[in-house]
Every structure is written in C-alpha cells, then in structure tokens.
C-alpha cells in the first residue's frame, strides 16, 4: 500500500508490534463498540468500495471517566477520509457521554500513523488525485479539534504528514524513544496539509516549523520531546498506559471546569485551523499539476529519492 505522505519510514522503523493495547478481558467497568464500515456522508468512489469511500476500524473502549478511540489499521495505520470520520463520529459520542472526561487516541500496530492513504486515487503521474478529496478530508479533520474534552494521543511509532497532523490535534501527547515525527509533504514535492501549518508552529514555533516543512527531516522520539512534540517519553511499551494514566489525571479534576479550561486555551484554535486548511488546500491545487509533484508520487511508488525540477 502506498500514501501520499510517503512511507519510506517503514524501513527505516523496524518496531516490534504493539502489544500493549486494552486487553479484552480487561477490567469489568470498561465495555467497547466497533464503528466498523463507516463511510462520511460525502463518498469519494474508489475501484476497492464502487459506492464511495472506503472502510474504516474505529473502537470506542470506556474505562471508567475515559475514553479510548483506537484506530485499527495497523500495521501502518492510514488514514482517509472515512478513518478520519469515524475518529470523528467517536469524539461526538464521548463528548455527548457525561462520564466521559478525558479521551485517549491511539492507534492498532507497528505506527501511530503514517499518512494518509489515497491510494485508491493516485496514479504514477498523480493526476488523478482530487482537489474534491482534499476538501472532503479536511472538511472531517475541522470535526478533531471541535470536540470538547481533552485528548492525550499514544504515539508508539512514526507519525508522518497527515499522521503528524492527525497527532497535533491531540492535547498531549505520550511518545517514545522509537517514534519518529514528520511533515514531509514537501519531500513528495506537495504542500503541507491537515492544519499542520496551524498547529505545528504553536507547539514547536514558526522557525522550527519551517525547517520541518521545508526538509520533511524526521524527528526521533527524543528529540521530539525535546522541542514539545512530545510531552512525555517513557519506553515503547508504556505509551499507551502512560496516556490512560494522564487521561485519568485530567479525569480526577471538575469535568465542566477542565472543558472550560480548554475552551479559554484554544480560543481561535478552529478558526486558526479552518483557515490553515483552506491555505493548504489551495496551495495543494497549485502544486498537484506540476511535473515535480508527478514525479513526487512516482518517486514514492518507486520507493526512490525524487529528481525535482522545479516546474
């Protein structure tokens, strides 16, 4: 499988498979519902789904005053437009639960997410990626940082361009030494998307961001931390119970006061976001009928270093 953030970091990241996830038979009070087979409202047709869209493995887990939205599709976990909507539709159904807190985002296999997968729409020249796709999936990212509780996400592998992306919408996030960060859309000669160039900046500032951008240079886990990507680092195997035990830290404070909290911290949070992504997207439809990202995408297919142009 291939994505248009590119997956070249699987070689380079040989992590062992997570198996630290919720164990079934785990405690009484926890109980879990599949969202399985979520298509949006607004279906892009792909040759794998003729009606629209593609499948997407959500799992909502409660565990006392938190919730778990797990993405399952490892080992690599991409994301469309369809994951990214029911990761959506999860955060509305805890947000409406008065029990609920905290959320915790993790996801299923060797990565946290490696980027989006349009695969469905990309040929070697990359013309057949749509401006339309595009819309559609920021369109349902908007919904990630319009929920009202806060989210701790489990970074336990590489988290790369949409993946980051996805990652930045959290309010904390618990990593590890093997994690790898990275904006590398314009390493597959694109614009960056997902409102990374809104919410990568207000974390690492505009310098950083910019490097980040402009080389696509993969962050390690320390590193990561080291600049605030990551607000805590603990060994692969903690991630994700050291995520639970921040989630039930902020679940032991008032629940309407920690919402308040975050509604004051984030005010203009979503309007900054909406309009970074309009910004991409259009900057995205710029670049997409150019020979260098054509090239981009069969660099990427090829699993080979891209030879830019500039035209």
């Given at each position: 499988?291939?994505?248009?953030?590119?997956?070249?970091?699987?070689?380079?990241?040989?992590?062992?498979?997570?198996?630290?996830?919720?164990?079934?038979?785990?405690?009484?009070?926890?109980?879990?519902?599949?969202?399985?087979?979520?298509?949006?409202?607004?279906?892009?047709?792909?040759?794998?789904?003729?009606?629209?869209?593609?499948?997407?493995?959500?799992?909502?887990?409660?565990?006392?005053?938190?919730?778990?939205?797990?993405?399952?599709?490892?080992?690599?976990?991409?994301?469309?437009?369809?994951?990214?909507?029911?990761?959506?539709?999860?955060?509305?159904?805890?947000?409406?639960?008065?029990?609920?807190?905290?959320?915790?985002?993790?996801?299923?296999?060797?990565?946290?997410?490696?980027g989006a997968n349009l695969a469905e729409r990309v040929k070697d020249?990359?013309?057949?990626?749509?401006?339309?796709?595009?819309?559609?999936?920021?369109?349902?990212?908007?919904?990630?940082?319009?929920?009202?509780?806060?989210?701790?996400?489990?970074?336990?592998?590489?988290?790369?361009?949409?993946?980051?992306?996805?990652?930045?919408?959290?309010?904390?996030r618990v990593g590890c030494p093997e994690a790898r960060l990275s904006?590398?859309?314009?390493?597959?000669?694109?614009?960056?998307?997902?409102?990374?160039?809104?919410?990568?900046?207000?974390?690492?500032?505009?310098?950083?961001?910019?490097?980040?951008?402009?080389?696509?240079?993969?962050?390690?886990?320390?590193?990561?931390?080291?600049?605030?990507?990551?607000?805590?680092?603990?060994?692969?195997?903690?991630?994700?119970?050291?995520?639970?035990?921040?989630?039930?830290?902020?679940?032991?404070?008032?629940?309407?006061?920690?919402?308040?909290?975050?509604?004051?911290?984030?005010?203009?949070?979503?309007?900054?976001?909406?309009?970074?992504?309009?910004?991409?997207?259009?900057?995205?439809?710029?670049?997409?009928?150019?020979?260098?990202?054509?090239?981009?995408?069969?660099?990427?297919?090829?699993?080979?270093?891209?030879?830019?142009?500039?035209?």
């Amino acid at each position: 499988m291939q994505d248009i953030d590119g997956m070249g970091v699987t070689q380079e990241l040989p992590l062992a498979m997570m198996a630290h996830h919720a164990d079934p038979d785990g405690p009484r009070e926890a109980h879990r519902r599949v969202i399985a087979h979520h298509a949006p409202r607004d279906r892009i047709p792909g040759p794998d789904h003729p009606e629209g869209g593609t499948m997407s493995d959500v799992q909502i887990i409660r565990d006392g005053h938190v919730g778990i939205v797990e993405l399952q599709r490892g080992p690599n976990n991409f994301v469309d437009i369809a994951a990214i909507a029911a990761i959506g539709d999860a955060y509305d159904e805890l947000d409406a639960d008065r029990e609920i807190r905290a959320i915790v985002l993790c996801t299923q296999g060797k990565h946290f997410c490696a980027g989006a997968n349009l695969a469905e729409r990309v040929k070697d020249d990359g013309d057949s990626i749509t401006q339309e796709a595009g819309r559609h999936l920021y369109q349902e990212a908007h919904r990630l940082v319009s929920n009202a509780k806060p989210v701790v996400a489990a970074i336990q592998g590489a988290a790369v361009g949409a993946g980051i992306g996805l990652a930045l919408t959290a309010d904390f996030r618990v990593g590890c030494p093997e994690a790898r960060l990275s904006a590398n859309f314009a390493r597959q000669g694109y614009h960056p998307g997902f409102g990374t160039t809104f919410s990568l900046p207000r974390i690492v500032g505009q310098q950083k961001a910019a490097w980040m951008f402009m080389t696509g240079e993969r962050v390690p886990g320390q590193a990561a931390h080291e600049m605030g990507l990551l607000d805590w680092i603990v060994d692969q195997t903690d991630v994700f119970e050291m995520a639970i035990g921040k989630a039930k830290e902020i679940a032991t404070s008032g629940p309407l006061a920690v919402q308040g909290v975050r509604r004051t911290l984030r005010q203009g949070f979503l309007d900054g976001f909406k309009l970074a992504t309009y910004a991409e997207h259009f900057e995205q439809g710029l670049v997409r009928p150019t020979d260098d990202f054509k090239e981009g995408v069969r660099a990427m297919n090829e699993r080979r270093t891209p030879l830019f142009k500039g035209y």
